[in-house]
């Protein structure tokens, strides 16, 4: 059969529900963190970031969170739409290290 | 306004045949990279380049090179070309404050 770690964790939501996706990072010495989104067949976009200094930040439709206390970082998407319906990625600048490091990525399933 | 183009966006080869994924910007950012994506692996880097001039491995950089053209172009070279190397290539480019663009990406699979 296949490994499990072909299928990436799944959030199904119905339309117009709020949705949270979750993300653990991995080291103290971050201090940026950016959310993506990718459509399927399409390059991952920006959403949102937020430096380590803040706790909270706000856009359109969609609020990230930052504890740095358990190294916890957050996408919630208010109203969700079934345009949302995507992979989900969570990156991490690390101090010293030459690009942003990602996260595995959750999928988002929006049902009409 | 194009941000990071990619070319080409499709390509089939037999094991053992090279190409080149070329890849452009015009966001006049210093930084440009190669990621390959696979199912369950998320974001691999495959080389880097900090500034024109220079370029450095990444994560997975075995069996590819790079040449930094100018400093909008950045390509990535298969000399020869493996089963292995199937995957979807993204070249991207950073901000001076951290955001990477991408392109949408070189589906490529190698028979």
């Known amino acids: 059969g296949e490994s499990v770690g072909l299928h990436l964790p799944t959030l199904s939501v119905q339309e117009g529900d709020n949705s949270i996706i979750n993300c653990a990072y991995s080291?103290?010495?971050?201090?940026?963190f950016i959310w993506y989104k990718q459509e399927s067949g399409k390059g991952p976009q920006f959403i949102i970031d937020i430096r380590s200094n803040m706790d909270k930040r706000q856009g359109q439709r969609v609020t990230v969170l930052l504890n740095k206390t358990v190294k916890h970082l957050s996408l919630q998407i208010a109203a969700t739409q079934p345009g949302d319906s995507a992979v989900y990625f969570c990156?991490?600048?690390?101090?010293?290290?030459?690009?942003?490091?990602f996260g595995k990525g959750t999928m988002l399933l929006v049902s009409p | 306004n194009a941000g990071v183009t990619q070319t080409p966006k499709f390509q089939v080869l037999k094991t053992g045949q090279s190409m080149t994924l070329q890849c452009a910007q015009d966001m006049n950012h210093n930084s440009m990279y190669w990621y390959r994506q696979d199912p369950g692996m998320g974001l691999r880097l495959i080389y880097y380049?900090?500034?024109?001039?220079?370029?450095d491995k990444g994560e997975v950089p075995n069996g590819y090179n790079v040449s930094r053209l100018n400093k909008r172009e950045f390509s990535l070279r298969l000399e020869s070309a493996a089963p292995s190397q199937t995957s979807v290539y993204f070249c991207?480019?950073?901000?001076?404050?951290?955001?990477?663009?991408f392109g949408e990406g070189s589906r490529l699979t190698v028979l």
């Open positions: 380049s900090a500034s024109e001039g220079t370029t």
């Open positions: 080291n103290s010495a971050s201090d940026y």
């Open positions: 991207a480019s950073r901000t001076g404050t951290g955001e990477l663009f």
């Open positions: 990156a991490e600048n690390i101090i010293g290290y030459s690009t942003l490091t």
